[in-house]
């Protein structure tokens, strides 16, 4: 399944839509339902960003007002509903992302590719300090979920997934941090001794010279 680009693409738009598939909101109501469910674990949820989102999807044509309600002596406030498109919308996008695998760039992936511009010793003690922020995190995470017995696995899955992520995150840190414990990282003395010395390893030199050559020949090669 190819991706197409979509006219309101956040992901909060997305929970505004599936929270539209329930039943008729305000944006008030629409907020208050996702958190009952946890949502803002998955979601960035705040009013401001949420009412933005609301006019989007009312200015395509996802979602459209049906009137006001007033309760109490609040001000009234315009209450959405899903319209044929919307649905349509909710469903495709749901498939493509329940499918289709995208390349993401999480923040600590982009730290790991830079790791060298820290020595070794550092980066033992940063990453003893993450396997330790993931234990906690996994466990407050848990203790979340059994917080919620009462909602059925469906709707706290994605909190599962989580968890599970966080999982595999920690033991392979524990992996490295193992390796440089023991110095079975490969390549560690020349690691440390470039720190110590300022002096880039002929190891290094050369990958980059063949990545360069690599990237130059992709180059010539799309341009023919």
Do not use: C
Not at 4 to 19: C, E, G, H, Q, Y
Not at 67 to 94: F, H, I
Not at 95 to 116: G, I, M, R
Not at 195 to 201: L, Q
Request: charged share 30%; proline share 6%.
């Amino acid at each position: 399944m190819i991706g197409r680009r979509r006219k309101v693409a956040n992901p909060l738009a997305l929970a505004v839509l599936a929270t539209l598939r329930e039943r008729p909101m305000h944006p008030y109501e629409m907020a208050t339902t996702m958190r009952s469910y946890g949502k803002e674990r998955s979601i960035k949820l705040n009013y401001g960003s949420l009412y933005t989102v609301v006019d989007n999807l009312a200015k395509h044509g996802l979602i459209e007002a049906i009137g006001a309600r007033r309760e109490g002596r609040r001000p009234e406030r315009t209450v959405y509903q899903l319209t044929d498109p919307g649905r349509a919308e909710l469903e495709d996008w749901m498939s493509e992302l329940v499918a289709t695998p995208v390349k993401e760039y999480p923040q600590f992936e982009a730290a790991l590719s830079e790791l060298a511009v820290l020595p070794p010793e550092r980066v033992l003690e940063l990453l003893r300090d993450r396997a330790s922020a993931l234990e906690k995190a996994i466990g407050e995470e848990r203790a979340s979920l059994d917080a919620l017995p009462w909602l059925p696995r469906l709707f706290v899955i994605e909190a599962e997934y989580s968890v599970a992520m966080q999982q595999a995150e920690l033991s392979w840190v524990r992996g490295i941090v193992k390796e440089l414990e023991d110095g079975s990282f490969p390549d560690v003395d020349a690691w440390r001794h470039w720190h110590e010395t300022n002096e880039v390893p002929a190891a290094v030199a050369e990958a980059a010279a063949r990545a360069a050559d690599q990237a130059k020949d992709a180059d010539d090669g799309r341009r023919r």
